[in-house]
Nanobody, 124 residues
Framework: QVQLVESGGGLVQAGGSLRLSCAAS????????MGWFRQAPGKEREFVAA????????NYADSVKGRFAISRDNAKSTVYLQMNSLKPEDTAVYYC?????????????????WGQGTQVTVSS
């Protein structure tokens, strides 16, 4: 089992930045692919970014490319999402997820473990 706990969410003005963290416990995540997803009110959960176990291969949703950066520190069992140039449409609950397949993916069903989420609100 892997437990994931997100932190770092909050209220920020448009154009601002936030850094989300996802701390993993239980089984080591060093071989897992990790992803960030988000869900806005009344909308389906959507892919944001993913990173392979090595940290070298990353993938981003088109809507966040150039503004968000995913990274990981396997020694600390932590994954990060640096969010810059935030927009009101980035407002959502952000979830961290782990995939035992090790392959980065944007498909929700390929992730085995999920955190409880952290709220990000961007005001205009």
């Amino acid at each position: 089992q892997v437990q994931l706990v997100e932190s770092g969410g909050g209220l920020v003005q448009a154009g601002g930045s936030l850094r989300l963290s996802c701390a993993a416990s239980g089984r080591t995540i060093s071989s897992y692919a990790m992803g960030w997803f988000r869900q806005a009110p009344g909308k389906e959960r959507e892919f944001v970014a993913a990173i392979r176990w090595s940290g070298i291969i990353r993938n981003y949703a088109d809507s966040v490319k150039g503004r968000f950066a995913i990274s990981r520190d396997n020694a600390k069992s932590t994954v990060y999402l640096q969010m810059n140039s935030l927009k009101p449409e980035d407002t959502a609950v952000y979830y961290c997820a782990a995939s035992s397949s090790g392959t980065i993916a944007s498909t929700i069903t390929l992730y085995d473990y999920w955190g409880q989420g952290t709220q990000v609100t961007v005001s205009s």
